[in-house]
């Protein structure tokens, strides 16, 4: 690991000593990739999900705390249903490899989301993943999935509107409402990444987002690499962050 970051450092872009401890990455492009190539979008999709296995190691292997991935929107049900199925399928697969390597990996995974509406079997291997996860304090993974940023607003605003109806009279105060959202407990993302050239949120971390620094860049998500991973810290690392102050 020495060895490494010593060679990583005398690139001369990451400063790994001073690194974002949350990333959050909107992994896009997959479809775009594969219709390159003439191939089926669900190719874009398995390519991408080779990505993310490379892109959350990587992560880990640096000592980033909180990685958190969009996977599949509470919009993307309106994709056709065989585009559907065939990412609910993947996502099986990717679960299934995840659990037998997690006592290697011993990333911690979890989910942000309604994971209600998923397949009986996707749901298991979240249930699974999550439960094994518990005993892991490395690295933390949150891949959101049936996730949508308003969704969760609205849920969290239920949640404090019923404390509220009990009496509790600071149940809409910023901090209470924050651990009413899937991401309880977690620092907000210190910079969103979005790859596949679109520079809006779709509906990713609303809440959260209010002062991450964003970043876009043209590659595809399949495309995506260690490289691109470390110019997008790099480029965060010359960031001045005000939070409105001067
Ligand atoms: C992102 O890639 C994956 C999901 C939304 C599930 P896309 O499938 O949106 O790829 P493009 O944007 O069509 O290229
Ligand atoms: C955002 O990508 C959702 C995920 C990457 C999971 P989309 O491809 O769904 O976003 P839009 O439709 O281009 O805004
Ligand atoms: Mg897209």
Known sequence: MRLFRKIKKEAGEVDFGNLPRHIAIIMDGNGRWAKKRGLPRTAGHAEGAETFRTIATYCKDIGIEYLTVY???TENWKRPPDEVSAIMNLLEKYLYEAIERMERDRVKMKFFGDIEP???K???????TSEISTHYKGCQVNICLNYGGRDEILRAAKRCAENYAKGDSAAF???AFSKHLWSADIPDPDIIIRP???MRLSNFLLWQSAYSELYFTETLWPDFSKVDIDNAISWFQHRERRYGGV
């Open 118 to 120: 998923l397949p009986p």
């Open 71 to 73: 996977a599949f929107s």
């Open 122 to 128: 996707l749901k298991k291997l979240i249930e699974r």
């Open 196 to 198: 596949g050239g679109e």
């Open 173 to 175: 105060s910023d901090e």
